[in-house]
C-alpha cells in the first residue's frame, strides 16, 4: 500500500512540476521584457454628446508611463466616401499628433457610420512617446454624436516614460 502511494505522489509530481514552472516562466518572460504586460480596455460610449468646432476630448492617460503596444478601435460618423471629419489624436500631451485611421469597409455604411482601427506603439524617435489619446474636432461645426457613436481603447502593454524613471520604481514586486 505504501508502494502504490510513493507511486501516484511521484507520478503526481512528475506531472505538477512542468506546469507549475512553465507557468512562472511565462510570468518571469513578461515581467523580464522592457515592458509590462497588462490588458486595460476602455470603452468610450459618444451617444447624445457634442463635440464642439476646434475642441477636443481626453480619453485616456497612462502618464506616467507610455503605452508600449495598444489598440483603438472607432466608430464615427463618415461622408459618403467614409472619410470622417474627427481626429483621433495620439502622443503626449501637449504633443498630439492624428492617428493613421484604416477603414473597417465591411462594418462601416458610408454617409452615416464608419468604423476604423489604428495599432498604438510608442517609439524611441522624437515625439514617438504614446501616454495620450483623444478625440479632435477641427472642423467649424460641432459634432452631435447618435447612437452607436464609440471609441474603445485596449493597452496590451506599458513601459516607463521619463517621468516614471525619474519616480523611481513604485511597482510592487
Known amino acids: ?13 512528475a506531472i505538477l512540476t512542468p506546469v507549475l514552472f512553465s507557468s512562472a516562466t511565462q510570468y518571469s518572460n513578461a ?12 470603452t468610450v460610449l459618444l451617444e447624445g454628446k457634442t463635440l464642439p468646432s476646434k475642441d477636443y476630448v481626453h480619453l485616456y492617460d497612462a502618464t506616467p508611463y507610455m503605452i508600449k503596444v495598444g489598440h483603438i478601435a472607432a466608430k464615427l460618423p463618415c461622408d459618403n466616401n467614409n472619410k470622417t471629419s474627427l481626429n483621433v489624436l495620439i502622443g ?3 504633443k498630439f499628433k492624428p492617428a493613421n ?29 504614446i501616454t495620450d489619446i483623444a478625440l479632435q474636432n477641427p ?16 493597452v496590451d502593454e506599458i513601459m516607463p516614460g521619463a517621468e516614471a524613471e525619474s519616480m523611481g520604481n513604485m511597482s510592487m514586486g
Open 139 to 154: 472642423t467649424n461645426k460641432e459634432v452631435k454624436f447618435g447612437p452607436t457613436a464609440t471609441i474603445v481603447i485596449g
Open 31 to 42: 515581467q523580464g521584457s522592457e515592458g509590462t504586460v497588462v490588458r486595460d480596455s476602455q
Open 1 to 13: 500500500m505504501i508502494r502504490r502511494y510513493a507511486l501516484l505522489s511521484s507520478l503526481a509530481l
Open 92 to 94: 503626449q500631451a501637449p
Open 101 to 129: 485611421l484604416e477603414l473597417l469597409k465591411e462594418l462601416s455604411t458610408p454617409g452615416k457610420m464608419c468604423i476604423y482601427h489604428v495599432d498604438v506603439e510608442s517609439t524611441k524617435q522624437v515625439n514617438g512617446t
